[in-house]
């Protein structure tokens, strides 16, 4: 074997293990932020990952992942575990620890919501979807709202842009956009998930990264201050 055949196996070796490692560092920062250790942190992701992606559902019968609520015509209408049902329970668990004011939160969510409606539509054949770099705008308005709103008690910024940017993609994308999906016609019955899909990404990319951009504007703050 050629030196430079050695050195592109290790490439594929080392590339994958490199990109698990530096997104370990980006969620466990994330959370750390939020208040929550790394220990934490990777048990809340491999149980939103699990749940979600529907690994346990051939196993026990019962879908995890995708919980039944209503039908509409020939829609199923559900919620995922993983892409909804937790990072709702996490939004409710940081707004009590943190106390926040329940005007702030309302405006940081509905903020976030509104610029994620513009930015979504609904496909019938994939549910709700959002085309990049578009997607990435709730991310950004998510940390500006907790910045500006919070300005005064930037240690709850961190949890704040987690909530308004994980609700308010599931208010902007699912809810607002939910009646316009379930008038597309459909010749056999599917599914319309809240938090599936490509939303299921959103929520959780939409949340993290809020998280990180809320801390780096903070970061930056503070060295001028010190400045």
């Not at 910045?147 to 994308?173: C, E």
């Not at 959103?202 to 990264?209: A, D, E, K, N, S």
């Amino acid at each position: 074997m050629s030196p430079a055949s050695i050195l592109t196996y290790i490439f594929y070796i080392v590339l994958p293990i490199l990109v698990l490692y530096i997104g370990y560092l980006i969620v466990t920062k994330a959370f750390n932020d939020m208040g929550f250790t790394s220990f934490e942190a990777i048990i809340i992701v491999f149980i939103s990952f699990i749940l979600g992606a529907g690994i346990l559902d051939e196993y026990t019968g019962f879908s995890f992942a995708n919980i039944h609520l209503i039908t509409y015509n020939n829609w199923r209408i559900g919620i995922n575990t993983g892409g909804a049902v937790i990072p709702i329970i996490l939004s409710i668990y940081l707004y009590i620890k943190n106390k926040l004011e329940m005007k702030k939160a309302l405006a940081g969510i509905m903020i976030v919501a509104v610029i994620t409606y513009f930015v979504t539509f609904p496909d019938p054949q994939k549910g709700i979807v959002s085309r990049f770099p578009f997607w990435l705008l709730p991310v950004f308005f998510a940390s500006l709202a907790s910045i500006i709103l919070l300005w005064h008690d930037k240690r709850k910024a961190a949890p704040f842009a987690y909530i308004s940017g994980t609700i308010g993609v599931l208010i902007g994308a699912d809810v607002f956009q939910l009646f316009s999906l379930l008038q597309s016609e459909l010749p056999s019955a599917k599914n319309a998930i809240i938090g599936g899909t490509d939303i299921f990404d959103m929520v959780f990319i939409t949340g993290i990264l809020a998280v990180i951009v809320d801390g780096l504007l903070i970061y930056q703050e503070k060295l001028k201050v010190k400045t």
